[in-house]
Nanobody, 121 residues
Framework: VQLQASGGGLVQAGGSLRLSCVASGRTFSWLGMGWFRQTPGKEREFLAAITRIGGRRYYADSAKGRFTISRDNAKNTVYLQMDSLKPEDTAVYYC???????????????WGQGTQVTVSS
């Protein structure tokens, strides 16, 4: 699976961004999809996942209430809507695919290239 993430940028605290990730190389509707983020010196952090069937959503505590994951199978795209952004949300954001669609136990098989999100105070 090839994944191409986009939508990052510079935003002020309290603002919003929507990240997009387009998948190719496999039937998108068969894939569980997720979002992670990483800052220098830290491990990659799980944020959200959405299953292929039924669109069940799972969130890390850091994402609950502010971030929303969604998917458009007709466009082979998964989104991450991020609202009420904080400076501590500054990171490189990655999309990922889970071929086995483990849902809450999302297990990435493929990664996108990352998109930088910077939140200024």
């Amino acid at each position: 699976v090839q994944l191409q993430a986009s939508g990052g940028g510079l935003v002020q605290a309290g603002g919003s961004l929507r990240l997009s990730c387009v998948a190719s190389g496999r039937t998108f509707s068969w894939l569980g999809m997720g979002w992670f983020r990483q800052t220098p010196g830290k491990e990659r952090e799980f944020l959200a996942a959405i299953t292929r069937i039924g669109g069940r959503r799972y969130y890390a505590d850091s994402a609950k209430g502010r971030f929303t994951i969604s998917r458009d199978n007709a466009k082979n795209t998964v989104y991450l809507q991020m609202d009420s952004l904080k400076p501590e949300d500054t990171a490189v954001y990655y999309c990922a695919a889970d071929v086995d669609d483990y849902g809450a136990r999302f297990t990435p098989d493929s990664w996108g290239q990352g998109t930088q999100v910077t939140v200024s105070s």
